[in-house]
């Protein structure tokens, strides 16, 4: 067993070039990056398998996956970033070690020492060159990016389901709001979009149900409390549909009375296990939030459910027959639900309610082959719209950018265009002697 190892450790020798030998020595060692990362690894883990493991009441190995991708994801963005930081740091010591030879040659110069000022100028002569200034950006400015492209390519690896189109749609209207103008996350903006979105995503479930995800369309079938049996009939394009939804009823108000009612409990059961969740993992812990979350989105999806369906209902008695355009130009008061709730959810919302519109456009596009998928540029397009969200963390919900990544909790350069801190204005013997040392 022994001289395996002995062989299997020249092999890696003679195979690995000593740049990157030790480069990876550097990278395991350096200060607890292991254990920095792996404690990031350990939160995204558990926070995604327990909440997940109890809504489906079951352990998977699919929730375990997705799971051990999840804590791959931020232990690699960790460590790639804790790495870069402490290489930039050693680069910046350097740098300033160089400034104090040469301020000391000067006043060695100064004093008549001339020996002593060509000996610091024969040691300045072969000290290391500074890096390509490509390596200083990437080390100091566009570390975090670096760090969010090469942790989704290593997520996708472990769980290859995550390059779903509804997942690159996710990460794409996310990507967008992190470089999107301040303006455009304003209330009037998400409403406007929440409201397009909506008639997109309802216009789709109506005409078009096969193009949108399976699991949202289940969703859609739910909360809209219709048989299977009225939808198919509502899908047949009829004249009128006050006659399906409510033959019994005269009046549409009366029927969608009880129609909010029903509505109203069905969100409770969604909204109930989420918000104990988030309750959970708040700092408040504040039962008068938790109460009020859960009224307000309950009674947006209520609100919601039942303007989708009575605008459809009072726009066909005046314009009858049921077409793809028509359902598109009254179903968008439905998203008008979205003003119930607090403007920061609102946003959330928009953003939600686009990732599945914008996966229905692009399944039509698909199924009417006006462009064909590739594993290769869904690949890039995560790792792209990864690069771009955690370049842009300050953007990213406190959850995710100090408890999971710990941003916080890191020397963060990033954030300034300059990488060189103030230089020291007199020579340091101690640095000296370490830097020499080091050489």
């Given amino acids: 067993m022994a001289g395996a ?57 699919k929730i375990l996956r ?76 566009y570390r975090h990016a670096f760090a969010g492209a090469l942790a989704a390519l290593a997520a996708l690896a472990i769980d290859p389901e995550l390059e779903s189109r509804t997942f690159l749609c996710w990460s794409l209207i996310r990507s967008i709001r992190s470089i999107a103008p301040p303006a455009s996350s304003s209330t009037l903006s998400s409403t406007f979009f929440l409201c397009l979105s909506s008639a997109t995503i309802l216009c789709a479930w109506v005409c078009s149900p096969i193009d949108l995800d399976p699991g949202y369309l289940r969703f859609l079938d739910f909360h809209g409390g219709q048989t299977p049996a009225i939808m198919k009939q ?21 029927y969608f009375v009880r129609f909010f009612i029903a509505s109203f409990v069905r969100a409770v059961k969604l909204y109930f296990p989420l918000q104990v969740i988030m309750l959970v993992l708040s700092n408040k812990k504040s039962l008068w939030h938790f109460v009020s979350n859960l009224t307000r989105s309950s009674t947006f999806l209520a609100v919601y459910c039942t303007l989708a369906f009575y605008s459809a209902c009072r726009g066909f008695r005046h314009f009858p027959n049921v077409t793809q355009r028509k ?33 229905a456009i692009f399944r039509t596009i698909v199924r009417k082959k ?30 995710f950018t100090h408890w999971l990544l710990g941003f916080d909790r890191v020397t963060l350069r990033s954030s300034s265009s300059v990488l060189l801190p103030l230089l020291h204005s007199s020579p340091s013997a101690s640095a000296l002697n370490s830097f020499v040392n080091a050489v």
């Fill in 234 to 254: 509502v899908r047949s394009f009829p004249v009128h549909i006050c006659d399906l939804l409510h033959p019994n009823d005269k009046y549409c108000e009366t």
């Fill in 66 to 141: 997705r799971a051990l991708a999840i804590s791959v994801f931020i232990g690699t963005i960790r460590a790639c970033d804790r790495f870069l930081v402490l290489k930039d740091e050693d680069r910046i010591d350097k740098i300033n070690i160089k400034t104090q030879l040469k301020t000391t040659e000067k006043d060695f110069e100064a004093q008549g020492h001339a020996e002593h000022a060509e000996i610091i100028r024969s040691t300045l002569q072969h000290l290391p060159k500074d890096p390509h200034p490509f390596y200083r950006k990437l080390m100091g400015e």
């Fill in 5 to 61: 190892l002995k062989a299997l450790e020249n092999y890696y020798d003679q195979l690995v070039p000593p740049e990157i030998r030790k480069l990876i020595d550097d990278f395991v060692t350096s200060k607890n990056i292991g254990l920095w990362s792996l404690r990031g690894a350990l939160k995204g883990f558990f926070l995604y398998a327990v909440p997940f493991s109890l809504l489906r009441r079951g352990v998977s190995k």
């Fill in 370 to 399: 006006m462009f064909t998928p590739s594993s290769t540029y869904g690949w890039l397009a995560l790792s792209l719209c990864s690069a771009i969200l955690i370049h842009n963390h300050d953007q990213q919900p406190n959850l």
């Fill in 327 to 359: 359902v598109f130009m009254q179903t968008w008061i439905s998203g008008l639900a979205g003003l119930i709730e607090r403007p920061g959810r609102r946003i959330e919302l928009a953003g939600y309610v686009c990732t599945y519109a914008l996966d």
